[in-house]
């Protein structure tokens, strides 16, 4: 069963002119596109399938600024501000999230960042044992330490992408949904077109949100982009267990409180790389990042493959593309990995017993070789922009990215500093490279 997700209706009648296009409707290409249209620009946003329909609605749910990159922590902390605004509609909540270890290791990691979280004006209370213990009693464990990031919460990842595509039609812009953007049109050097499949759009200015699909879209027109995606397998069981935490994470199992009382389980990390054209391509960047990640990445299958989601053929604008043979990327879970899941939640979590499992899924997190995403103007292309490669992130700073693209699209003040996430970073030797958070 597909993770779930709340339907929209959208117009079919595609613009030929619009002052915007953002391509791809997820939780990035949503709040880029609502932020455009707050300005009173005229957007028109195209999707290949369903509104929300890929990662943004396969992830836990997490707003988090606790443990997040140094680079990405002021997005973070501003992204937060703006889930507020759409707390309603979201079903966002500053639950807080909490960390529970044995490992001291962890834990001294844990507190080094907290000492670096409070350089950032970034609350986080690290736990001594009893405190842990108190705080994870559903676990019935004793444990060590932990954090407890009061200021962090989750949101609804089957309500909020198309809340906020609800809230651009509000504001007069249109969506589109079936309908997949093939390329981009130049004249004089500079975009002057989106193409997709219904037809033409005339405009100054794009961003390509296009998720695991970015990279191959950017190779139509030359722009060599290093993304990698990892499948990722994800359960959720039924409402029935109290006494739970909202939002808690420990390195065997992370548990997340659903809007419907039930509860989304993972194993942080945990996925499969399945093989493609494009992994083969950028494996010497990525090379690190796997290394690091060894004990909780394994080999996939053929998947990816037959997705063509990461292919290096080059298609015609005149004919159908891959994104329209794939609608939306919906790869099978691991059941290994979804068995192993469920035995060690309801071995943490004994009050999971009284719950049964009501859906299982898989879906592609896209990845950049340093894990930052890259979010900025495409060189080659003037007036094109570049919002991907979020890195399993991209659902709790997506209003914050989607901010900024609406401010570098604009030439408005940016949100945050967009050094850190500019694209040209990878034209440069700076593969393997990892912040010290």
């Not at 077109?193 to 219904?198: F, I, L, Q, Y």
């Not at 005149?318 to 068995?339: F, G, H, Y």
Request: charged fraction near 20%; include cysteine.
């Amino acid at each position: 069963m597909r993770a779930p997700l709340q339907q929209i209706e959208t117009s079919g009648d595609l613009p030929q002119t619009a002052d915007a296009v953002v391509i791809g409707g997820g939780i990035v290409g949503v709040f880029a596109a609502y932020y455009l249209a707050r300005r009173g620009m005229k957007v028109a946003l195209v999707e290949k399938g369903r509104i929300g329909a890929e990662q943004s609605s396969r992830n836990w749910g997490w707003c988090r600024q606790q443990n997040r990159d140094a680079r990405e922590l002021p997005m973070a902390t501003r992204s937060l501000d703006l889930w507020d605004s759409f707390a309603a509609e979201t079903g966002f909540r500053r639950c807080g999230l909490l960390y529970l270890s044995n490992d001291e290791a962890e834990l001294a990691g844990w507190a080094r960042w907290r000492d670096f979280a409070r350089t950032a004006g970034v609350t986080t209370h690290m736990l001594d044992g009893a405190g842990a213990s108190e705080r994870g009693r559903a676990t019935g464990r004793t444990w060590k330490g932990g954090v407890f990031s009061p200021t962090d919460g989750t949101a609804d990842p089957s309500r909020a992408t198309p809340a906020v595509a609800r809230a651009i039609l509000e504001l007069g812009s249109s969506v589109h949904q079936n309908c997949a953007a093939r390329g981009v049109e130049t004249e004089g050097g500079r975009l002057s077109g989106v193409v997709t499949e219904s037809g033409t759009i005339r405009t100054k200015v794009a961003v390509l949100a296009g998720g695991a699909w970015a990279s191959s879209f950017c190779h139509q027109f030359g722009f060599r982009f290093p993304q990698a995606s990892i499948r990722s397998s994800i359960l959720s069981v039924s409402p029935g267990a109290e006494g739970l935490p909202d939002a808690l994470h420990t390195a065997n199992i992370s548990a997340t409180r659903r809007s419907d009382g039930g509860y989304t389980l993972a194993i942080s990390g945990r996925g499969r790389v399945d093989v493609t054209p494009q992994q083969l391509r950028f494996s010497p960047q990525f090379l690190p990042m796997f290394l690091k990640r060894w004990r909780s990445l394994a080999p996939g299958g053929l998947q990816g493959m037959r997705s063509g989601h990461e292919t290096l053929r080059r298609w015609r604008l005149d004919r159908p593309t891959p994104m329209e043979r794939m609608r939306i990327l919906d790869p099978a879970p691991n059941q290994a990995t979804i068995r192993l899941t469920h035995a060690r939640a309801l071995e943490l979590l004994p009050a999971l017993r009284r719950t049964r499992i009501s859906a299982a899924w898989a879906g592609y997190i896209d990845s950049t070789p340093d894990g930052v995403p890259a979010i900025g103007e495409i060189d080659t292309v003037p007036g094109f922009f570049l919002a991907a490669g979020f890195s399993g992130h991209g659902f709790g700073i997506g209003p914050g990215a989607g901010h900024l693209v609406a401010d570098l699209m604009t030439g408005s003040k940016p949100i945050v500093d967009p050094q850190s996430y500019d694209p040209r970073r990878f034209d440069i030797s700076a593969w393997g490279k990892v912040a010290d958070f």
